[in-house]
């Protein structure tokens, strides 16, 4: 019995089947076959449309200094900077991020360090921030270089781009198997309208990746952990950037338009209502609850598998703002032979025997 590599050896070849064309695989397939890998994208549905659709979608590259997906928050919004002189159109806003918790830390009361990306401001420059604000908090953390995309959008600009360096993409065409040969090396993936080889299968397939790995012996630590996206009527510029505070993430996305992460629909709503002026007519218009794909400890699994050669598994949270700078990297791995350094806590081998009998996490 090997133990999982924590990196991945030279590659074998570089065509590639990327299985989820979520915003993570989307990213993952545009970016190796910009590298100049021969690409097979496979989703069982449409581009974005997995929990990508009901995503808050901020690239919230601030404030977060500890854990292996730190440094990868760090140079998210620089590496979607990058994407959008990339992909003309990526449906990227910057706003900038307000955030504060009236009950922690409200007037008088002192103000948090700020994080990596972050500043404290003073009340008056809140306001400044959101005109429409009834009342500025005593303080706020400001992350001006914060943004947030429309995650459909952007995972299919992402798709349209791999097929634009020369990408294969088969929509609707779940898949079944991942493929072995006699030696137990992953070939290729299955799905009912025909085999697709490769020297690499990426499972890139959200909370589908446990299922899609375990048939190989390989157990994924991942699991469905439940947010809920809310959706409000409003009206016009209510709402400047992204605002957070202890009751929703919020943010305007078309004139009458505002979408949240809450935990309660009601208390967010209601929330809304009082912390903004103009928001008394605010209406709810649906909650869906999305299944995000949470590794074990938090941090995000990406690399070889070590017991299977052929396979690579990329599954993150948060991935859309993970995706601009992990698709870059892994597309450096599986195509320029490279051991990316800033994907060394990522590795499935930190779990110990990552499959196969291994131990539970
Ligand atoms: C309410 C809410 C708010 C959120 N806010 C944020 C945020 O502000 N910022 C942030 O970064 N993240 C946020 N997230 C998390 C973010 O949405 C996820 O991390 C991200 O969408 C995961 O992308 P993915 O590509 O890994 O998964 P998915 O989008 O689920 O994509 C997986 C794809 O695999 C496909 N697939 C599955 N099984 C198969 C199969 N057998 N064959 C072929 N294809 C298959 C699916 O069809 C799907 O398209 C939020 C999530 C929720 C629910």
């Given amino acids: 019995m090997t133990t999982s590599r924590e990196v991945p050896g030279p590659p074998a070849g570089t065509d590639l089947v990327v299985v989820g064309a979520g915003i993570a ?16 994208l496979l989703d069982a549905g449409r581009a974005g ?5 009901d995503s808050f979608a901020w690239i919230g590259s601030s404030g977060v200094s500890t854990g292996a997906g730190a440094g990868l928050r760090v140079a998210a919004t620089e590496e979607y900077h990058r994407l959008e002189a990339e992909l003309p159109g990526l449906p990227v806003t910057w706003s900038g991020s307000l955030r504060w918790s009236a009950g922690a830390w409200g007037a008088g009361e002192s103000a948090p360090e700020p994080g990596p990306g972050q500043e404290i401001v003073d009340a008056a420059t809140a306001a400044r921030r959101e005109p429409n604000l009834r009342q500025a908090p005593g303080w706020a953390l400001w ?26 993409v088969h929509l609707g065409s779940p898949v079944v198997a991942v ?46 952990s439940p947010a809920t996206l809310l959706r ?38 209601a929330a809304v209502r009082s912390t903004f002026r103009g928001a008394e007519g605010v209406e709810l218009i649906s909650a869906r609850v999305g299944a995000r794909p949470m590794p074990a400890d938090g941090d995000p ?9 052929g396979l690579y598994v990329a599954v993150m949270h948060p991935a859309v703002t993970l995706a601009a700078v992990v698709g870059r990297l892994v597309a450096r791995e599986l195509v320029d032979g490279v051991v ?12 110990g025997r990552f499959g196969r009998g291994g131990p539970e996490a």
Avoid: N, W
Wanted: hydrophobic content about 45%; overall charge neutral.
């Fill in 25 to 40: 695989g989307a990213s993952i397939a545009y970016h190796a076959a910009r590298a100049g890998a021969s690409v097979t």
């Fill in 179 to 224: 493929r072995q040969d006699g030696a137990g090396r992953a070939v290729g993936a299955e799905t009912a309208a025909g085999f697709h080889p490769a020297a690499t299968v990426v499972l890139a397939a959200g909370t589908a990746t446990k299922a899609l790995a375990a048939p190989l012996g390989v157990r994924v630590p991942v699991e469905a």
């Fill in 232 to 269: 409000f009527r409003a009206p016009a510029g209510l709402v400047r950037g992204v605002v957070s505070t202890q009751d929703f993430d919020l943010r305007q996305v078309s004139a009458d338009r505002l979408i949240a992460a809450a935990d309660s629909p009601e208390r967010a709503l």
């Fill in 49 to 53: 449309g997995g929990v990508t659709a």
């Fill in 143 to 168: 992350a001006p270089g914060d943004g947030a995309v429309d995650p459909v959008g952007t995972a299919e600009r992402l798709v349209a781009g791999a097929r634009e360096h020369g990408a294969r």
């Fill in 340 to 351: 990316e350094a800033a994907l060394a806590g990522c590795r499935p081998g930190r779990f």
């Fill in 301 to 309: 699994i990406i690399g070889s598998v070590g017991e299977v050669p």
